[in-house]
């Protein structure tokens, strides 16, 4: 996958307004679906909560998750529609080069993707997510993390 497929700021125009039906039904982006930059915050909030008691990934993160926490719910507004804060903060994502200090292979991979999953999990329980949007953002996360392993 291409790095801009990886850590893309390519979803500004993510905005679908499906043809299909004449353009009078405007789904808007999933930032503005899960309702903000909230979403993304609470998300990466309970995904931290589980990578800090993980003996596989903890190791790879500092000790002060503060930075990574910022870094990952900005990250994760700005790709789905939100404003870029994250970019004007941390410039171009690149996230195969920043992944690529960090020894990722398929354990890693997996646990970051079960964090995750768990993560977003409670909260389509807890604030009825759309299963589209929710679809969309499981395969996104598949697809980035299969791109970020660099060891076997
Ligand atoms: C596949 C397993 C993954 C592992 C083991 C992993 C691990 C890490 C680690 C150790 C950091 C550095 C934290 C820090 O020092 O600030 C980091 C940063 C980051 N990761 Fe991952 N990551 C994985 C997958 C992903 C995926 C799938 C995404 C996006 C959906 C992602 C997005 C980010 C972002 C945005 C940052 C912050 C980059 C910055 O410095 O601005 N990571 N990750």
Do not use: C
């Amino acid at each position: 996958m291409s790095e801009a497929g990886a850590g893309g700021v390519a979803h500004r125009g993510d905005d679908e307004r499906s043809p299909e039906h004449g353009g009078d039904a405007p789904i808007g982006t999933v930032y503005e679906a899960v309702g903000g930059q909230a979403f993304f915050d609470d998300l990466v909030e309970r995904f931290y909560r589980r990578v800090a008691m993980d003996p596989l990934l903890r190791p790879l993160y500092p000790d002060d998750l503060t930075g990574p926490k910022r870094h990952l719910a900005l990250f994760l507004g700005q790709y789905w529609g939100g404003p870029t804060t994250y970019s004007d903060e941390r410039g171009h994502p690149r996230l195969r080069m920043r992944h690529a200090p960090f020894v990722i292979g398929e354990p890693e991979r997996d646990a970051w993707l079960r964090h995750m999953g768990a993560a977003l999990d409670s909260l389509v329980v807890e604030r009825g997510l759309h299963p589209v949007v929710e679809a969309r953002l499981l395969d996104y996360f598949g697809m980035t993390a299969d791109a970020m392993v660099n060891a076997r």
